[in-house]
C-alpha cells in the first residue's frame, strides 16, 4: 500500500528552526516529484516547495530565502529545513508525492511559530 508519512512538526519561537521529514514508502517506486504543501486556518492549501526528480525545485515566494527542501533518493524520503520562521509560518504542514498524475498525501504535521 502506498503511503506518504510526516514527521517533524512542533512549536517553536519565532526565528526559529525545525526540519520536517517525510517517507514515502510501500509501492510508492519511480516517483515523479515530491514536495510540501501547507495549510492555515481559513486558509486554502498552498505549495511550500516541490522537488521534480532529476529536474527543479520550486519554493513559494513567501519561504524563498528560508526553507530548503532535500531528497535521500535510498531512503525516498524528503525534507524541508525551516529557517527564520515567521508566525505565518503556522500551518498544517503536507508532504505529497506524485506518480503516473497520480497525488498522495500524507496524514499532516502541525507546525506552530509563536510570535
Known amino acids: 500500500q502506498a503511503q506518504v508519512v510526516e514527521s517533524g512538526g512542533g512549536l517553536v519561537q519565532a526565528g526559529g528552526s525545525l526540519r520536517l521529514s517525510c517517507a514515502a514508502s510501500?509501492?510508492?517506486?519511480?516517483?515523479?516529484?515530491m514536495g510540501w504543501y501547507r495549510q492555515a486556518p481559513g486558509k486554502q492549501r498552498e505549495s511550500v516547495a516541490t522537488?521534480?526528480?532529476?529536474?527543479?525545485?520550486n519554493y513559494a515566494d513567501s519561504v524563498k530565502g528560508r526553507f530548503i527542501i532535500s531528497r535521500d533518493n535510498a531512503k525516498n524520503s524528503v525534507f524541508l529545513q525551516m529557517n527564520s520562521l515567521k508566525p505565518e509560518d503556522t500551518a498544517v504542514y503536507y508532504c505529497?508525492?506524485?506518480?503516473?498524475?497520480?497525488?498522495?498525501w500524507g496524514q499532516g504535521t502541525q507546525v506552530t511559530v509563536s510570535s
Open positions: 505529497t508525492a506524485w506518480r503516473n498524475k497520480i497525488t498522495y
Open positions: 510501500g509501492s510508492l517506486v519511480g516517483i515523479d516529484g
Open positions: 522537488l521534480i526528480i532529476g529536474g527543479s525545485v
